[in-house]
T-cell receptor, first 115, second 112 residues
Framework: GAVVSQHPSWVICKSGTSVKIECRSL??????MFWYRQFPKQSLMLMAT?????????EQGVEKDKFLINHASLTLSTLTVTSAHPEDSSFYIC???????????FGAGTRLSVL | GESVGLHLPTLSVQEGDNSIINCAYS??????FIWYKQESGKGPQFIID?????DKRQGQRVTVLLNKTVKHLSLQIAATQPGDSAVYFC???????????FGKGTTLSVSS
């Protein structure tokens, strides 16, 4: 199956710093990637839809200036959490679709802990 | 609001039993459904999918049933194994290229 690589898998940072998370489709091209956030024992909540070569579409309540998304190529999307605060601590997961049906393949997730 | 939800947050079974995980969805416009398995600290893993023009689809040890009349989706796992222990999510799609909407998840615990 298609492979989506997400890096880093775990990051600890100080409050006020910025953190970049990368999401790569390794063996297919993804015109659209998605970013989700997941709190402990909860479901995945969509944050934004990332389209290659255009601005991301954010879900209601998600601050676009805080969660910067860049989709510069068909295989890479990045999420930057700017000026991170403890409440941003969460599990961030990206996914990418192959275009066939709407199967989405997920990265392994990034555990962000903001001190 | 419209969402995909699950009937039971937890399910405990014995190894070798069959497991049934249920999901209810509310949007009749959804045309594609997927079951994912998520192990602790990992991303969701695709299990099986079904289109709205079908009512049953079988995979290896898994079967998905779709009842559009009552907007109900289920995942059946045959001969459940300890390695099946995880959180299971159903997700609905409202068209190719759109984001998936996830249900709340059911935690499956398999004891030996």
């Amino acid at each position: 199956g298609a492979v989506v690589s997400q890096h880093p898998s775990w990051v600890i940072c100080k409050s006020g710093t910025s953190v970049k998370i990368e999401c790569r489709s390794l063996d297919f091209q993804a015109t659209t990637m998605f970013w989700y956030r997941q709190f402990p024992k909860q479901s995945l909540m969509l944050m934004a839809t990332s389209n290659e070569g255009s601005k991301a579409t954010y879900e209601q309540g998600v601050e676009k200036d805080k969660f910067l998304i860049n989709h510069a190529s068909l295989t890479l999307s990045t999420l930057t959490v700017t000026s991170a605060h403890p409440e941003d601590s969460s599990f961030y997961i990206c996914s990418a679709g192959t275009g066939d049906k709407n199967i989405q393949y997920f990265g392994a997730g990034t555990r962000l802990s903001v001190l | 609001g419209e969402s995909v939800g699950l009937h039971l947050p937890t399910l405990s079974v014995q190894e070798g039993d069959n497991s049934i995980i249920n999901c209810a969805y509310s949007n009749s416009a959804s045309d594609y459904f997927i079951w994912y398995k998520q192990e602790s600290g990992k991303g969701p893993q695709f299990i099986i999918d079904i289109r709205s023009n079908m009512d049953k689809r079988q995979g290896q040890r898994v079967t998905v049933l779709l009842n559009k009349t009552v907007k109900h989706l289920s995942l059946q796992i045959a001969a459940t194994q300890p390695g099946d222990s995880a959180v299971y999510f159903c997700a609905e799609s409202r068209g190719a290229g759109t984001a998936l909407i996830f249900g709340k998840g059911t935690t499956l615990s398999v004891s030996s």
